[in-house]
């Protein structure tokens, strides 16, 4: 909540507002991205039915992401007794409107407030995890998990590992996250820190690139796996990203890689809300060299990650960009270029490229430039495939 | 146990020669009871009685703290037989021209946010007295440490309205380099360290800094003594980083005021569902601090409590103060917030009504004869041009340089940096259309 804890509702509202700078009106590829027409999302019943993860022949409804959150803590919070959802501002709904309505329906006991203390949420959590709960956590802003930080690397990440033989684990906790860039969030709005979590073995580290995506993922984070898991979730997409989502229950494996769009020249591998400028600058790639093709992959788990998905991927592209919004330094991409480098190098014809945000912070008015856009990830497509 | 016999054993043979700066131990010669002694000398807990009766302390038992006033809502000084504040007219009306100022700004950017000409802003309304009355304890050498809502402590220390409107625009005479989100304001002299958006974060800051200026001043005893003033609300003190600091501040005897505004809401979360002590003033006792409890309505009872405060922090080589101001946040968190999802409108409109510390000091004004409704139209008029003037010149002003995407990051730009830089400058110039560089001071040359 903090700060500014800002409830920024209006942080997850489209279009995005660029109070750091804006593209031209002769741009052509750094515009708004088109969530009403993007590949990425489902928007008739039919194409999602036509999707093997999803159940065949489930009704269907169009949601956007917070009330693809919504449903799945819905699903959840009816499937299983055990499931508590809590967190700052829960109980209202949330700033994001995530927990909208789960109090009313499943009473004070298992849907609540906490004080305003990220160590304490988390530390909770573990708590009532190790006694057979299934608590779905929210940190309000990714970029205020950091009191929380000792509570999940130092607790929940190591706790089978030091419990060991006694067993006890905190299979069922979920620390849920907003998180990522969204034109005005400046340095404490904007933060995404999946590889600091992916550096810690013991936790799984979930982003969605979409609401049928996140709700399949974030029920198989509660029910699935016995691992704690962190979820982050791209706040710009709240309300931006609508699609067709299963009424019912679902899952989506955990550490399961999806090939989004298949191609033949050169592979993209990215996660969350980049996919969706990915998927624009693959558009512009594809028009201007007639011929091309090229594939997309959305990792889903940071870690532990399909490697095998994206190695042979590579192996019959022979070329790759890896594409996320947070630092290049020492980013998910270092991990995938140097797995890629280690397993693919006799079928590579040009280095594993990055495109990532610069080394530095989200200065509010600097985001445009700081952050990857369609620009940069066309011409790392371009410079890749002419290598 | 032998353990801690030992340590404390090596440390009583080491010569103490940081006396002056340090409290008096809290063991005495030796740990064990002596015979027949009615009360404890456990380490922990050196004065405590042997009782054979059994009784838990009830929190619900203990009176609530009382609440400091000097002046009721009526603008009265509550207690006639008291001699009046020691303040002048002048100050006084200093005082009310910060407040109104702040209120007037507040106004204007709040509906300029709703417009969409800046990103996102946050009012202080209700709680002007607290940050006013307060800051105007200080000297201008003490050092502040805010958390957000706290323009009122800017502007009583000097910020202008161009430096309020150049951080709000995040425009090139901003301090801050045009990085932080509006509201981040900061000051070099008189210090005021720039906001940080995470909560509570400041409070243990302040106490290190408190120590820092108690060292500095011991060590230059030509100089008057400092304090850090530290600003929060009931809600940042739940993280743990208000029990480090107030604990650590009283064992390091920091000369530190900690002020907390205590509104009512953090966001959405009412009191009730925050914490379930006696506000957040039981705690300072709890920490063995010096406490109070005052109106935060009330810019006398701030002003006087803050100045008292202050001589404490200073006295005896140093100590924390914990002031805990009442006030009620009237209105919403911020632009991004609509607090009637979870209060009534009703309930706020009869705060907004039944107390405000502009309205209140207002009612004193006029009790005293010097100000007037003629003068107070004139001042809000000339307020909101003045305001509306700088709003206008900071809007049309450049962003800073490109360049400060980059600097400050470290104190001297990596190697790393200066190729991202060039990739960066590589990237604007190959795709000219797809980026504006124009409001940017020195456009795309910045990057050079």
């Not at chain 2, 009931?234 to 107030?246: K, P, Q, V």
């Amino acid at each position: 909540m903090v700060s500014l804890r800002t409830p920024l509702r209006s942080l997850a509202q489209a279009p995005r507002r660029f109070y750091s700078g804006a593209p031209t009106p002769a741009a052509k590829l750094n515009l708004p991205i088109d969530y009403k027409t993007t590949p990425i999302l489902h928007h008739t019943s039919s194409s999602l039915s036509n999707t093997s993860e999803y159940p065949a022949g489930a009704t269907s409804k169009r949601l956007n992401l917070y009330q693809a959150i919504n449903s799945a803590l819905r699903t959840a919070l009816s499937k299983s007794d055990r499931t508590i959802v809590f967190g700052e501002d829960v109980g209202f709904g949330g700033v994001f409107r995530c927990s909208m309505d789960l109090q009313t329906e499943f009473g004070s006991d298992r849907v609540f407030n906490t004080p305003l203390t990220e160590q304490g949420i988390a530390g909770f959590a573990i708590g009532a995890a190790a006694e057979g709960m299934k608590p779905i956590a929210e940190i309000q802003f990714a970029d205020y998990v950091f009191p929380a930080f000792d509570q999940i690397v130092n607790e929940a990440a190591k706790f089978r590992y030091r419990e060991g033989a006694t067993g006890i684990n905190v299979g069922g906790l979920v620390i849920r996250m907003p998180c990522g860039a969204v034109g005005h969030g400046a340095l404490y709005h904007s933060q995404s820190p999946e590889s600091l979590f992916a550096h810690i073995p013991g936790l799984r580290v979930v982003m969605p690139r979409s609401p049928a995506q996140a709700k399949g993922l974030l029920l198989s984070s509660i029910f699935e796996h016995n691992d704690p898991v962190v979820f982050m979730e791209p706040k710009i997409l709240y309300r931006a990203a609508v699609e067709y989502v299963p009424n019912e229950y679902y899952t989506i494996p955990l550490s399961k890689a999806e090939v989004i769009k298949p191609g033949e020249d050169l592979t993209i591998i990215s996660y969350g809300q980049p996919l969706y400028m990915c998927s624009s600058a693959i558009s512009a790639i594809e028009k201007t060299m007639p011929g091309v093709s090229v594939e997309l992959i959305d990792l889903r788990t940071i870690y532990p990650w399909d490697r095998q998905t994206v190695i042979n991927s590579v192996k019959k592209t022979g070329r790759a960009v890896v594409v996320h919004e947070s630092m290049i330094n020492y980013g998910v991409g270092a991990e995938v270029a140097s797995t890629i480098q280690d397993s693919a190098f006799l079928r590579l014809e040009a280095p594993v490229k990055r495109v990532a945000g610069w080394s530095t912070h989200t200065g509010l008015s600097y985001e445009q430039f700081i952050l990857p856009d369609v620009a940069r990830t066309y011409d790392a497509i371009k410079q890749t495939l002419e290598y | 146990m032998s353990l801690k016999l030992l340590t404390r054993n090596g440390l009583r043979s080491q010569p103490i020669n940081t006396a002056r700066i340090v409290p008096a131990r809290r063991w005495s010669s030796s740990i064990s009871q002596r015979p027949g002694s009615d009360s404890v000398r456990f380490p922990g807990a050196v004065n405590s009685k042997f009782t054979s009766e059994m009784a838990f302390l009830k929190a619900s038992d203990l009176p609530a703290i009382p609440t400091y006033r000097v002046m009721d809502s009526d603008g009265y000084q509550v207690d006639k037989t008291r001699p009046a504040p020691n303040v002048t007219n002048e100050e006084v009306l200093t005082w009310y021209k910060n407040m109104l100022s702040v209120s007037v700004m507040d106004v204007v950017m709040f509906e300029a946010q709703r417009q969409g000409r800046l990103s996102f802003y946050m009012v202080s309304a209700g709680e002007e007295g607290i940050t006013v009355g307060s800051a105007a304890a200080l000297t201008p050498d003490d050092v502040v440490f805010a958390q957000y809502r706290e323009a009122g402590v800017f502007q009583q220390r000097g910020f202008t309205l161009k430096n309020f409107m150049s951080q709000l625009f995040a425009n090139c005479n901003d301090t801050g380099r045009g990085r932080n989100m509006p509201v981040h304001y900061g000051q070099n002299y008189p210090r005021m360290h720039t906001i940080s958006s995470p909560l509570a974060t400041q409070i243990p800051q302040a106490a290190g800094a408190a120590y820092a200026l108690k060292l500095q001043d011991l060590q230059n005893p030509n100089r008057d003594p400092r304090i850090v003033a530290c600003y929060f609300g009931e809600g940042a003190a739940s993280e743990g980083d208000f029990h480090a600091a107030l604990n650590i501040a009283a064992t390091r005897s920091c000369p530190v005021v900690f002020i907390c505004r205590n509104n009512g809401y953090a966001i959405s979360t009412p009191t009730l569902e925050q914490y379930r002590g006696d506000g957040i003033a039981s705690r300072g006792v709890g920490y063995g601090i010096d406490t109070i409890r005052v109106d935060g309505n009330d810019v006398f009872a701030v002003n006087e409590a803050m100045k008292e405060a202050r001589r404490l922090a200073l006295s005896d080589g140093g100590r924390p103060v914990l002031i805990e101001a009442m006030s009620y946040r009237v209105s919403h968190h911020s632009t991004s917030d609509d607090s009637f999802a979870y209060r009534a409108r009703v309930e706020v409109e009869d705060w907004k009504r039944r107390d405000n510390p502009i309205i209140r000091l207002r009612k004193w004004l006029e009790n005293q004869g010097i100000w007037s409704e003629d003068q107070e139209k004139e001042t809000r008029d000339a307020m909101r041009k003045a305001v509306l003037k700088e709003f206008g010149e900071a809007e049309n002003e450049k962003k800073p340089s490109l360049r400060d995407a980059f600097t400050d990051v470290y104190e001297e730009i990596t190697e790393e940096q200066r190729e991202q830089m060039a990739e960066l400058k590589r990237i604007l110039e190959t795709y000219p259309d797809e980026y504006d560089v124009r409001p940017y001071k020195d456009g795309i040359n910045g990057l050079d």
